[in-house]
């Protein structure tokens, strides 16, 4: 299928605007990040890296440790990211609306607008009641949802401590070791699923735009945490086909084939068979989902797209002001 014909069916699968409530539908958007310099991946100061046990595939119950990418970890940086993003073409098109001071001020994560592309979709609780443009208190429910990634590649191979000093300028001597960090080393492999519910055209495709440029994750961005995400899969449905647990089981079997969109290709088809909604499922075969990647990593964000993209979170807000009112 060409890259504008995948585009069209992709579309058609999609919602017309941002429904006040969930529909089922569904996209999951499966990926591979991989670390592309030393990354540290671990929650507050113990200095150790997350690390889980599971086990070695889908069919091999013995045990194999593996280095965890929490979801907080791979979501802060995309929610802010998506932020400034879309802030900026905001700017770049002089777009206004009546909301246009609280959407360029809307700040995570005690100053959320509520109006915004980011906060329908990643969800906004509003903590004060002085600046919010809405006058009644009401919340949005995330329509994104990220999981934990484990490492496809075993703990003890992935991972190594590294030693800082600090040097004095004018002597360049080491005057003591400061301390140890245990990192992922480069080119660890992190198996990952985003879900979508009922996301737009003008949604989705922010998404994987964001997801492509997004490149640092982890502590201590400014030296490390160099990573690229690959996108190897995309399933439409009216439910959520597969876990990133199970999908890092499958591609730990031996038998998994070695190129990664075909073998992500052939897992989701095995989850697809036990959906629950056989008639709502597509999944995209490899080469569509090349095709559509293109299509999305060329696609010019032009002012009609990215004032369809504003518009559809404003009157989503104007319809639930309007509901609380009632
Ligand atoms: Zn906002």
Not at 119 to 137: E, H, N, S, Y
Not at 159 to 168: G, H, K, L, P, R
Not at 247 to 275: C, F, H, N, R
Request: hydrophobic share 35%.
């Amino acid at each position: 299928m060409s890259e504008v014909r995948i585009a069209d069916e992709v579309k058609s699968r999609l919602s017309p605007t941002i429904p006040v409530l969930r529909t089922p539908k569904t996209v999951q958007i499966l990926l591979i990040r991989q670390m592309h310099d030393y990354t540290i991946l671990r929650t507050e100061e113990t200095r150790e890296l997350n690390v889980a046990v599971t086990p070695i595939s889908i069919t091999n119950p013995a045990q194999r440790a593996r280095v965890v990418f929490l979801a907080s970890k791979q979501k802060a940086p995309e929610t802010r990211e998506f932020a400034s993003l879309i802030k900026e073409y905001y700017r770049y098109y002089k777009i206004s609306s009546e909301a246009e001071k609280a959407i360029l001020e809307c700040e995570i994560k005690d100053k959320l607008c509520r109006a915004c592309p980011r906060c329908t979709l990643f969800g906004a609780v509003v903590t004060d009641q002085k600046r919010p443009i809405w006058k009644q208190r009401w919340n949005i429910k995330h329509r994104i949802e990220y999981s934990s990634a484990f490492s496809l590649e075993a703990y003890d191979l992935i991972s190594e401590n590294i030693t800082f000093n600090a040097v004095t300028e004018s002597t360049q001597l080491t005057e003591q070791a400061l301390g140890t960090t245990e990192n992922v080393t480069p080119m660890t492999n992190f198996p990952s699923i985003i879900s979508l519910n009922s996301p737009t055209w003008e949604e989705l495709v922010m998404v994987i735009k964001n997801l492509l440029r997004c490149k640092s994750y982890g502590a201590e961005g400014r030296t490390k945490g160099d990573t690229v995400n690959y996108i190897t899969g995309l399933i439409f449905g009216n439910e959520e086909i597969l876990t990133s647990l199970e999908y890092v089981l499958e591609l730990s079997e031996p038998e998994a084939d070695k190129d990664a969109l075909q073998a992500t290709y052939k897992i989701a088809q095995k989850y697809g068979k036990m959906a629950t909604f056989q008639e709502a499922l597509r999944i995209l075969s490899p080469s569509e989902l090349e095709n559509f990647v293109d299509y999305v990593q060329r696609l010019q964000l032009s002012r009609e797209f990215i004032t369809k993209l504003f518009k559809d979170s404003l009157d989503f807000g104007k319809q639930i002001e309007a509901l609380v009112k009632e």
